[in-house]
Each structure stands twice: as C-alpha cells, then as structure tokens.
C-alpha cells in the first residue's frame, strides 16, 4: 500500500535512505538489515528495487558499492528509474558511519507494519460491507489477516545460551520444588503419566485407534480428569459428533450411567441407586468446569487457531481436543493430494501448540491394514494418509482392545495405550480398562 487518496500512509523515506546508504558503506550492514527489512518493506519503489539489488549482489559474494550495484541495476534495466548513478552516490553520502543502521532498520520495518495494518484494515471494513449473511467467516477471516501480519513481523534468531540456562535452571528449580514427576497437565492415568509428565505445553499429542476402539471416550475422560486441576478453559473441537452427544457422554462417565438407557430413555427413577439423583449430582459437578464445546464441521486450523485465540485472550487456555485429525479441512490449492494437506494440517497443529503454549491432543483414525495382521496392536506405519502425522507429534499414542478382536479374550475391559512415539521420554504401554457402558476408561486396577 504505497498511496492513498486522502492520506499519506505511514513511511521515513530519510530511514531507509539510511539504510541502503549504510549498506553501502558497511558490507556487512547488509546481514544485519536482511534480519529487520524484507525488499516490500521499503515505501519508496526506488529503494525497494535497490535493496534488492544490494541483497542479490551481497548473497552471491558481490562487492557492495556504489559502481557494483549501477551495474547490477543497469543490466536489469532499472538503473535510470532509481535515479541513476547520481541518486546512489546521494545514498552514499546520507549517512558518515553505518553505526545507526540497525536503529533506522527497525523505524522501516515498523513503518511497513503499520501499512500492512492500515492495508488489513481496509479490508476488513470491505467484509464488513460484503458479508453480511456470513458474520462468523468474516470474523473468522479478519482475526486471520492480523495473525498473519503478527506471524510475518515476529521477531526471531538467535538467542545466547546464559539466557536459556537462566530459564532452564528456573524450571528445573520449580520442578523439583513441586515434590512429583507431573510437570504438565495431569491426565488421571497416574501410569501414564509417570511415562510422559502429563501434557506438556506446546506438545501435540496424537491419540489413533480404529473405530469402535473408544477414541472419543478416552478424549473425553481425559478432559473430564483435566478439567477438575485447572481453573482455565478446556477447548474440546468435535468435528464429528453434536454438543448434545457430547455432554451425553460426560454425564454418563461422570455418573456411571448406562449411556443407552440415557438415549432410550430407560432411567430408573427408584431405588437406591435413583438415575436421576446420580445424573442432578452429575451435572452439579460437569457445570463447574472450564470445558468448551465446538461442534461445528468443516473446520480448518485457522478456525481453531482465531477460535482458541478468542477464547484465550478472554479466559485463558488450558488444553485443546480434537476429534478427529483428518475431518479437518485443508485450505491448499491446485492439486493437492490428502497426503500432502494432511501433512500441512500437522505442521499446523504443532505451530499453534507452541504459538498458545498448551497441548493440544488431536484424535486420528488408523488405516485398515491393521485389520489385515495377525496381531491387530497398531504401529506408526498405520496411520492414515500422511507420515507427517507421527513426524510432528511430540507423542504419539494408539489404543488397543484385544476383548474387541477376540470374544474368547478373558477380560474383554482390558484396554492398552500403547505410546509408540515420545520425543522427550519413554515409549511403552499402560493398561487401562474401557466401560463401554459408561464412554468411561480408568486406570487398570481403579475401581469403576
């Protein structure tokens, strides 16, 4: 956004003189400028076309001086729209040392933020206009415009080793004053959990199975433990059953209620044990916790992420669910295979855990070739569509019930959650139990 009928967008046009003029003099300016400025940060389209002559020559080992760049600029036939060779010996001569160049770098880079805010402004107010009969999609779309312009303008590099020893020894510290070996969320499967720590922030955490093997009951039990140690929102996405099903489920796992006499309509009403007492206590308990629901379809990750955003700056984050990985819509063009979107989703995923600084447990569906072994307990090669999916995830997890496969098995509750990707610990299996009556697991040994 270089004009505007009514006013001068935000610019220094004496800055970036600076820098181009520092460059100029200093060669090695130009590494510290390509850090702060991108060629389009430039207002004027003369020093934009300059700076990225300056950046071809310097990336191809070229002398950075006034008679190198003419030629650079003349055998691209651009060095009499730049002023010619009188308008670079004037940018030699802005500044007498370069020692301010990366101050004047900054004042560009901040300029061309604002334009680009000014610029996502203006659009914004044309979806305002334009999209009257889809409000979610057009706030859905402004909250993306300003990320993208906060992703595009985070500062990054290097940072010296005492500054990350100064942070690590604090959070080893703080560890071991907290007497256990939980350092994240706890899940409630105390085995597991001495495994993994609990869900640690900025982890994406990948729960597979096959149908039927209770996915959804495991997310759900996870966040109905989670929910009772953390005070901020739990996030849960179900891209494929409704709100109603959901709290149904929580209700039947918080009250060991029969989840089909709850869809059948069979509730006991007398009796020591009155369904209908054990579904009040019930929902007392589930109204208290910080549990959100989305059951809206057809979500890419930038729903999520505005979504999560939203809830975040008003309440805080705790953790995010989804159910499940591959319902969520890609936003890739051309010919893009599943595969390659679903690779692109991971990645994704795993930018927004560490961008909200949460786990985030996205459910996944096993491909059908476990069906075709003699031993039916998942591997990695078995999930669907994409090896992005365990190359992104900090841990992946498969649930296996050998009961499902064979009636002859004794103890058909016997559930395994096998971890068979952990980058920062252990990989193994925890025996759990699955109440399928219930949508319920429980550690092995925990009463029901």
Same mark, same amino acid.
């Given at each position: 956004?270089?004009?505007?009928?009514?006013?001068?967008?935000?610019?220094?046009?004496?800055?970036?003189?600076?820098?181009?003029?520092?460059?100029?003099?200093?060669?090695?300016?130009?590494?510290?400028?390509?850090?702060?400025?991108?060629?389009?940060?430039?207002?004027?389209?003369?020093?934009?076309?300059?700076?990225?002559?300056?950046?071809? *020559?310097?990336?191809?080992?070229?002398?950075?001086?006034?008679?190198?760049?003419?030629?650079?600029?003349?055998?691209?036939?651009?060095?009499?729209?730049?002023?010619?060779?009188?308008?670079?010996?004037?940018?030699?001569?802005?500044?007498?040392?370069?020692?301010?160049?990366?101050?004047?770098?900054?004042?560009?880079?901040?300029?061309? *933020?604002?334009?680009?805010?000014?610029?996502?402004?203006?659009?914004?107010?044309?979806?305002?206009?334009?999209? @009257?009969?889809?409000? @979610?999609?057009?706030?859905?779309?402004?909250?993306?415009?300003?990320?993208?312009?906060?992703?595009?303008?985070?500062?990054?590099?290097?940072?010296?080793?005492?500054? /990350?020893?100064?942070?690590?020894?604090?959070?080893?510290?703080?560890?071991?004053?907290?007497?256990?070996?939980?350092?994240?969320?706890?899940?409630?499967?105390?085995?597991?959990?001495?495994?993994?720590?609990?869900?640690?922030?900025? &982890?994406?955490?990948?729960?597979?199975?096959?149908? +039927?093997?209770?996915?959804?009951?495991?997310?759900?039990?996870?966040?109905?433990?989670?929910?009772?140690?953390?005070?901020?929102?739990?996030?849960?996405?179900?891209?494929?059953?409704?709100?109603?099903?959901?709290?149904?489920?929580?209700?039947?796992?918080?009250?060991?209620?029969?989840?089909?006499?709850?869809?059948?309509?069979?509730?006991?009403?007398?009796?020591?044990?009155?369904?209908?007492?054990?579904?009040?206590?019930?929902?007392?308990?589930?109204?208290?916790?910080?549990?959100? *629901?989305?059951?809206?379809?057809?979500?890419?990750?930038?729903?999520?992420?505005?979504?999560?955003?939203?809830?975040?700056? +008003?309440?805080?984050?705790?953790?995010?669910?989804?159910?499940?990985?591959?319902?969520?819509?890609?936003?890739?063009?051309? &010919?893009?295979?599943? &595969?390659?979107?679903?690779?692109?989703?991971?990645?994704? /995923?795993?930018? /927004?855990?560490?961008?909200?600084?949460?786990?985030?447990?996205?459910?996944?569906?096993?491909?059908?070739?476990?069906?075709?072994?003699?031993?039916?307990?998942?591997? *990695?090669?078995?999930?669907?569509?994409?090896?992005?999916?365990?190359?992104?995830?900090?841990?992946?997890?498969?649930?296996?019930?050998?009961?499902?496969?064979?009636?002859?098995?004794?103890?058909?509750?016997?559930?395994?959650?096998?971890?068979?990707?952990?980058?920062?610990?252990?990989?193994?299996?925890?025996?759990?139990?699955?109440?399928?009556?219930?949508?319920?697991?429980?550690?092995?040994?925990?009463?029901?």
């Amino acid at each position: 956004m270089r004009s505007s009928p009514e006013r001068v967008p935000p610019q220094n046009l004496e800055a970036e003189m600076a820098v181009l003029g520092s460059i100029l003099i200093d060669r090695e300016i130009m590494s510290v400028a390509s850090e702060i400025v991108r060629p389009e940060d430039f207002y004027a389209v003369a020093h934009e076309t300059i700076y990225r002559a300056l950046k071809s *020559l310097y990336e191809r080992g070229a002398p950075l001086d006034k008679i190198s760049l003419a030629d650079e600029l003349r055998t691209q036939e651009k060095l009499e729209s730049v002023g010619g060779l009188a308008y670079l010996t004037a940018l030699q001569d802005v500044v007498p040392t370069s020692a301010s160049a990366e101050y004047y770098a900054k004042v560009v880079a901040e300029k061309a *933020l604002l334009r680009q805010l000014i610029h996502a402004g203006g659009r914004i107010a044309q979806m305002g206009f334009e999209q @009257e009969d889809d409000v @979610e999609g057009a706030l859905n779309a402004s909250e993306s415009l300003i990320f993208e312009i906060g992703q595009r303008n985070r500062s990054g590099g290097f940072t010296h080793v005492s500054d /990350l020893l100064r942070q690590t020894f604090e959070t080893l510290d703080q560890r071991y004053h907290q007497h256990g070996s939980i350092t994240g969320l706890p899940t409630g499967f105390p085995d597991f959990d001495h495994m993994t720590a609990g869900l640690q922030p900025g &982890n994406l955490i990948i729960l597979a199975a096959r149908p +039927a093997m209770g996915k959804t009951s495991m997310a759900l039990t996870l966040a109905a433990n989670a929910a009772t140690h953390v005070e901020k929102p739990i996030a849960v996405f179900s891209l494929e059953m409704s709100n109603d099903e959901l709290i149904q489920r929580f209700l039947s796992l918080t009250a060991r209620l029969d989840a089909h006499k709850m869809r059948t309509g069979r509730l006991e009403s007398h009796g020591a044990d009155d369904d209908w007492e054990k579904l009040s206590r019930a929902m007392n308990v589930i109204s208290e916790w910080p549990v959100f *629901l989305d059951d809206q379809g057809g979500l890419t990750v930038a729903d999520i992420r505005s979504r999560c955003r939203r809830l975040m700056a +008003a309440q805080g984050l705790s953790l995010v669910v989804i159910d499940y990985l591959q319902l969520l819509v890609g936003t890739s063009k051309g &010919n893009v295979n599943r &595969n390659e979107e679903l690779s692109t989703i991971c990645r994704q /995923l795993k930018t /927004l855990a560490k961008e909200l600084s949460v786990p985030i447990v996205a459910l996944a569906q096993l491909n059908r070739g476990v069906e075709s072994r003699n031993d039916k307990r998942p591997m *990695l090669s078995d999930l669907r569509d994409s090896g992005a999916i365990e190359q992104e995830a900090d841990l992946v997890t498969f649930l296996y019930r050998e009961g499902y496969y064979n009636p002859d098995f004794e103890d058909e509750n016997l559930t395994e959650l096998i971890i068979a990707k952990h980058r920062n610990g252990p990989v193994g299996t925890v025996k759990l139990r699955f109440f399928k009556e219930y949508t319920l697991f429980v550690s092995d040994g925990e009463p029901r």
